[in-house]
Each structure stands twice: as C-alpha cells, then as structure tokens.
C-alpha cells in the first residue's frame, strides 16, 4: 500500500491555534502532526492520523442531548468552537462558513452539517444560540454544555479553549481555537482548516471531500 504521507510537508508554522475574543491576548501554538498531502488538492489540510471525537454529552439549542461522536448523520459536518458574544473572528469564520454553503449544488448541499459549540455556556443559552446562528443560516446547529464537557470536547479535535478575564457584563473573556475541524460521519475527523479559508475555497474543498477526490486516513 502506497504511503500517502510520503509527500507530506509537516507545518512550521502555527495554525490558527487561540484567538483572545473580545481582546485577549492570542497563544500561538502549533497544532501537532498536521501535515498537507501534496497531491491532495485541499486548501485545508488532511491529519495524518484524525482525531477521533470523544462521547461529550452536550445539549442543542432545542435541549435535546447532542454527543458528537455519534448525533451528526450527515458525510460531513464542520464543527467550530467560540462564543456569540465574540466581536471578530467567530463572526468572520461562521459568515464564510454560510457563504461556502451556498456555493454548493443541492445535492452536495444536502451532505453538509455545521455545529457551533459554544466556549461560553454562562452567557450563550439556547435560545442566545439559536438567534445567533439563525442570522447566517437556520440550519446551523448551535450546542452547549458544561463548561468541563466543552473543553473536553475541544480538546478532542485539538482546540484549545481557555477561560481569561472577568468583563464589566459578569461573563468571562474566552480564548480558543479558530479552527474549522471536518468530521465524518463515523466519528472521525481527518481535516482541518483555518479561520482564513475564503468561502470559496471551502467549497471548493467540500466538493472534492463528498466526492471521494481526497485522501484520508
């Protein structure tokens, strides 16, 4: 069997790692083991080894139980960490996000789920959730927990999520990862893109994923 990793390129560099929402401080630090398949074509990357999501039980914005290891159904679902009350980068990225999907055929469309977890369970309720993410797109699906249970969560596709100041509004700054993780269906997640993917790279990068044009692990 061929070795797809063969080619790989292993990053130096650091890929989009925290951010520090509502004016933290960002920790840059590189994500481990993320290489990019020359051959593969993908603006995001592949993992040489995916991660492999961790039962989490979360609650989604209807409060029904939500464990991403196993509720998402759809070939791929795009999972991001952050927070609604965050004034840049959460925003930007669930923006692009809704602006790739809308690129997309109808039946390539249908394949696709999005998950916002939120890093900020004190102040993001489900009804907060719910009319965030409606405003980008009515499908999204938004979760939330236990502060402990999301940090375990994030922690399973290498997001870090880190809890710093104290506001003037009683809530927390949060810092986290910025990443956009792609997960399977099977509860594996082989990519992984950054908070600077342009809408159409996405799907353009979507599109080979559902039709099996990319290799994984």
Same mark, same amino acid.
């Given at each position: 069997? /061929? ?16 951010? +520090?929402? +509502? ?10 083991? =993320? ?10 990357? =592949?993992?040489? %080894? ?8 979360? &609650? ?8 991403? $290891?196993?509720?998402? &159904? ?7 960490? +952050? ?22 055929? $109808? $039946? ?13 369970? %004190? /102040? ?27 940090? &375990? ?25 910025? %990443?956009? =993780? ?9 990519? =992984? ?6 809408? %159409? ?17």
């Amino acid at each position: 069997m /061929r070795d797809r990793l063969a080619t790989a390129v292993l990053l130096g560099v650091a890929l989009l790692t925290t951010a +520090g929402c +509502g004016g933290g401080t960002a920790d840059q630090r590189p994500v481990a083991d =993320v290489s990019v398949h020359d051959a593969d074509g993908l603006h995001g990357v =592949v993992l040489p %080894q995916a991660y492999r999501t961790p039962h989490v039980a979360l &609650r989604d914005t209807s409060g029904a139980r939500f464990d991403l $290891a196993s509720s998402p &159904r759809k070939p791929l679902t795009l999972v991001f960490f +952050g927070y609604t009350s965050c004034p840049d980068v959460c925003g930007i990225v669930m923006g692009n996000l809704a602006s790739a999907l809308v690129r997309l055929d $109808a $039946a390539h469309r249908r394949q696709v789920g999005v998950v916002f977890v939120t890093t900020d369970p %004190q /102040r993001d309720t489900s009804r907060v959730l719910r009319t965030y993410l409606d405003r980008f797109d009515p499908t999204f699906e938004g979760l939330t927990g236990s502060l402990p249970a999301i940090v &375990r969560a994030a922690k399973g596709y290498g997001v870090p999520v880190e809890t710093g100041r104290r506001l003037a509004s009683g809530g927390f700054d949060v810092a986290h990862g910025t %990443q956009v =993780v792609g997960l399977r269906a099977d509860g594996s997640a082989p990519y =992984v893109w950054t908070e600077g993917t342009s809408p %159409q790279e996405t799907a353009d990068d979507v599109t080979k994923i559902l039709d099996h044009k990319v290799p994984t692990t």
